[in-house]
């Protein structure tokens, strides 16, 4: 799973800098982990991610950004607790998971809002 900063999210998810409104520049839909190291939930959700990343691979791209280092990216989502977990589909708009949820759960939001449209 490839760790963003605001550089590299800017170029593969979304650049806010540039775009009022949201508008997606990846290829492949995506799920970004937004977590902190001290955050134990986050440590929970972390593996579940990472067999996700594997089961969809090639199909979703999957992504983590540390909110304490990447402070200005969590501040422009509004992440207020973590982990929050941001689904992305290709076309459409951004859906977000605040939690650490069950693989189901995870699974479930991956076909709803990333892999129907």
């Given amino acids: 799973m490839e760790h963003l900063t605001k550089q590299t999210f ?9 775009n009022d409104q949201w508008k997606f520049e990846g290829k492949l839909p995506c799920v970004i982990d937004f977590y902190a190291d001290w955050c134990g939930p986050c440590k929970m959700v972390a593996p579940v991610l990472e067999e996700l990343s594997k089961e969809y691979n090639g199909k979703v791209n999957f992504y983590k950004v540390d909110t304490e280092a990447e402070q200005e990216l969590a501040a422009a989502f509004g992440i207020r607790s973590i982990p929050s977990i941001l689904f992305c589909p290709v076309n459409g708009q ?4 605040v939690g650490a949820l069950p693989k189901d759960s995870l699974k479930k939001a991956i076909e709803d809002v990333l892999l129907k449209a």
């Fill in 94 to 97: 951004p859906q977000m998971a």
């Fill in 10 to 18: 800017q170029e593969k998810v979304f650049n806010y800098d540039k």
